[in-house]
């Protein structure tokens, strides 16, 4: 959230109570196999957020859990991406939203270009990658867990690629309506988690 329009602290140290204590709600809650996070870490997908995220949220949360930070799966959000970057950096076509299935798929199914498309999420994925050792984090990310003898799959899908463009009359940037999935994200991933006995599919959906 930006500013201090809550108090994160009350609501973070609520939380960790919750997980602590989660056998007085119910004794089945004991064994937490993974938690899933979707977003936003960040308010404007800088560096210094994320280090802050994981020092202040993540590693309390975890602990509280009782588990490592590869037990940890992540999706993003619309501010997980560098606002700053998709206006600076990237060309025309991608500094306004796409009108088409076309486009979507111009822009997603080549390599090089899809990784033009995901830049603003360059501190996003150095994050990601190295704290819970996802592959792929702003596009389509996949993690398994064997829980119980079954495996889970997790498929996590960034439907924030394309914010961060859509500007009101006042200029000012809403995101509301422009959360976008493209079908190239879901074939091959969909492919690659069929044998799991359990498959779960995360996006944010943005407000």
Known sequence: QKGNDFNRKVVRDGLIQ????????????????????????????????????????????????????????????????????????????LQKPLDSDTAIQKWLTEEKKRNRVLEPFEAYCEFIQGYSKQKDPAYASMKSFEVSGKQVALLGLNSGWMCGRNKNAQGKVEDYGYALVGEPQIHDSLVEIVDADVRIVVIRSEE
């Open 18 to 93: 919750d997980i602590k204590e989660r056998t007085k709600i119910d004794s089945r809650l004991e064994k937490i196999d993974f938690v899933v996070f979707s977003g936003d870490l960040a308010w404007k997908g800088a560096r210094e957020e994320y280090e802050a995220a994981r020092k202040e949220f993540l590693d309390p949360v975890l602990k509280a859990a009782g588990l490592r930070p590869d037990q940890l799966f992540c999706v993003p959000g619309n501010h997980d991406l560098s606002r700053d970057h998709v206006w600076e950096m990237l060309p025309s076509d």
